[in-house]
């Protein structure tokens, strides 16, 4: 099989790719990556089918833009990829691969006809575009979970090797090749790789999509939507996780139930989005009077809770009062003026055996109320 027709069977593929992402991007239409896929995959297919009508249009056409073309598509879906991942390539990697795409097919074109270097580029440009791709795929993959990154990553290796034993090959073996239409073992056998490389990506990054959707669905499942806190589900599993994995003789560790006092005031003489906007200014202070190591949400209504851990210079109980004291000392401001917010907590001490979740909450429910009873703003730590 002659290298034109190898490259025109690579056409439905992309022209499918093409389809594919433009339907994805649809969908996604939120998310950055899916339309840079999109536009690097069309770029690519143009540039192959200008490469395989080069010997009817001018050299302008035929070589020098359907070479920019199919080596730039790659540079075009490695910044949907690193947009995808939160982030951008650095202009100087960018500007770099595209100088060489822009200025060395035209050089090997018109300067100094040679089209074993024209390949030699193209390859060199594909497969840094590539390796760097790496770097995002494992951001992806911590944030969204592996799927799609795994066949990615898979794919680019197979490609890198394929592509660099394809480059190397032909500069060493046929320096003189007069043309990439020509006939050639190795052109075919790289040609034969992307046509597999090309599929795989277009299924692997509409699974990065795919992996990207349920990610945000099961934050979404585990999120309060007013206050961006875990809610009570994931507070659960957490706290779970944290029976399951302390090993004995960890530090002292309690869960703490905290109460908005007299917020049924605060909505039925303010209103229910004033209501709402303490409940977001609590969620915050709550946040950031917490350790890194300790984890606060929200059970509903207006009680929140945590699971804190004692320090070397500070009790559970005297952690708990300094969260306690911290939303009293950050009055919540309404209409110009501050009004005073403060909660009630109720603490129960984990340590030994394995307690129940319920069992605790329970405990828990019954300091708050002591707290309550006892003039509110305050701590309550529950008997043993």
Same mark, same amino acid.
């Given at each position: 099989m002659?290298?034109?027709?190898l490259?025109?069977?690579?056409?439905?593929?992309?022209?499918?790719?093409v389809?594919?992402h433009?339907?994805?991007?649809?969908?996604q239409?939120?998310?950055?990556?899916?339309?840079?896929?999109?536009?690097?995959?069309?770029?690519?297919?143009?540039?192959?089918?200008?490469?395989?009508?080069?010997?009817?249009? %001018?050299?302008?056409?035929? &070589?020098?833009?359907?070479?920019? @073309?199919? +080596?730039? /598509?790659? $540079?075009?879906? !490695?910044?949907?990829?690193?947009?995808?991942?939160?982030k951008?390539?650095?202009?100087?990697?960018?500007?770099g691969?595209?100088?060489?795409?822009?200025?060395?097919?035209?050089?090997?074109?018109?300067?100094?006809?040679?089209?074993?270097?024209?390949?030699?580029?193209?390859?060199?440009?594909?497969?840094?575009?590539?390796?760097?791709?790496?770097?995002?795929?494992?951001?992806?993959?911590?944030?969204?979970?592996?799927?799609?990154?795994?066949?990615?990553?898979?794919?680019?290796?197979?490609?890198?090797?394929?592509?660099?034993?394809?480059?190397?090959?032909?500069?060493?073996?046929? %320096?003189?090749?007069?043309? &990439?239409?020509?006939?050639?073992? @190795?052109? +075919?056998? /790289?040609? $034969?790789?992307? !046509?597999?490389?090309?599929?795989n990506?277009?299924?692997?990054?509409?699974?990065?999509?795919?992996?990207?959707?349920?990610?945000?669905?099961?934050?979404?499942a585990?999120?309060?939507?007013?206050t961006?806190?875990?809610?009570?589900?994931?507070?659960?599993?957490?706290?779970?996780?944290?029976?399951?994995?302390?090993?004995?003789?960890?530090?002292?560790?309690?869960?703490?139930?905290?109460?908005?006092?007299?917020?049924?005031?605060?909505?039925?003489?303010?209103?229910?989005?004033?209501?709402?906007?303490?409940?977001?200014?609590?969620?915050?202070?709550?946040?950031?009077?917490?350790?890194?190591?300790?984890?606060?949400?929200?059970?509903?209504?207006?009680?929140?809770?945590?699971?804190?851990?004692?320090?070397?210079?500070?009790?559970?109980?005297?952690?708990?009062?300094?969260?306690?004291?911290?939303?009293?000392?950050?009055?919540?401001?309404?209409?110009?003026?501050?009004?005073?917010?403060?909660?009630?907590?109720?603490?129960?001490?984990?340590?030994?055996?394995?307690?129940?979740?319920?069992?605790?909450?329970?405990?828990?429910?019954?300091?708050l109320?002591?707290?309550?009873?006892?003039?509110?703003?305050?701590?309550?730590?529950?008997?043993?």
């Open positions: 002659d290298t034109k027709t490259i025109l069977g690579l056409v439905p593929v992309i022209l499918a790719g389809f594919i433009a339907a994805n991007a649809a969908i239409r939120n998310s950055n990556g899916p339309r840079w896929w999109l536009a690097g995959t069309a770029a690519h297919g143009i540039g192959l089918g200008l490469i395989t009508l080069r010997d009817v249009l %001018p050299d302008v056409l035929g &070589i020098v833009l359907g070479d920019i @073309l199919a +080596a730039g /598509g790659f $540079l075009i879906m !490695l910044e949907g990829v690193a947009r995808f991942a939160g951008r390539v650095p202009k100087w990697q960018l500007v691969m595209a100088a060489i795409v822009v200025l060395g097919f035209p050089a090997f074109t018109w300067v100094i006809d040679n089209a074993a270097v024209r390949f030699g580029i193209f390859g060199s440009v594909v497969i840094a575009s590539n390796l760097l791709m790496l770097g995002y795929l494992s951001i992806i993959g911590r944030r969204d979970g592996q799927p799609g990154v795994r066949l990615l990553r898979y794919t680019i290796y197979y490609f890198v090797g394929s592509l660099t034993v394809t480059c190397g090959g032909v500069l060493l073996l046929t %320096p003189e090749m007069p043309s &990439i239409l020509a006939p050639s073992q @190795l052109v +075919a056998m /790289g040609l $034969l790789s992307l !046509l597999v490389v090309e599929t990506l277009v299924f692997g990054f509409v699974l990065l999509s795919a992996s990207r959707s349920a990610s945000v669905l099961r934050r979404a585990l999120t309060d939507h007013l961006g806190l875990p809610n009570r589900r994931a507070f659960e599993a957490l706290v779970n996780d944290h029976f399951e994995m302390a090993p004995s003789g960890e530090q002292q560790a309690a869960l703490v139930v905290f109460d908005i006092d007299h917020f049924k005031q605060v909505n039925d003489g303010h209103g229910h989005d004033v209501g709402d906007a303490v409940l977001q200014h609590v969620a915050t202070v709550l946040q950031a009077a917490i350790r890194d190591t300790d984890h606060v949400a929200r059970l509903g209504g207006e009680e929140f809770v945590a699971l804190i851990h004692a320090r070397p210079e500070a009790s559970v109980h005297d952690i708990a009062d300094r969260i306690r004291q911290a939303v009293a000392d950050r009055p919540f401001v309404l209409d110009g003026r501050e009004v005073s917010v403060t909660i009630s907590a109720g603490l129960v001490e984990v340590s030994g055996g394995q307690p129940t979740l319920a069992s605790l909450f329970k405990r828990a429910d019954q300091a109320y002591k707290a309550k009873d006892a003039g509110r703003n305050q701590v309550v730590t529950a008997a043993a």
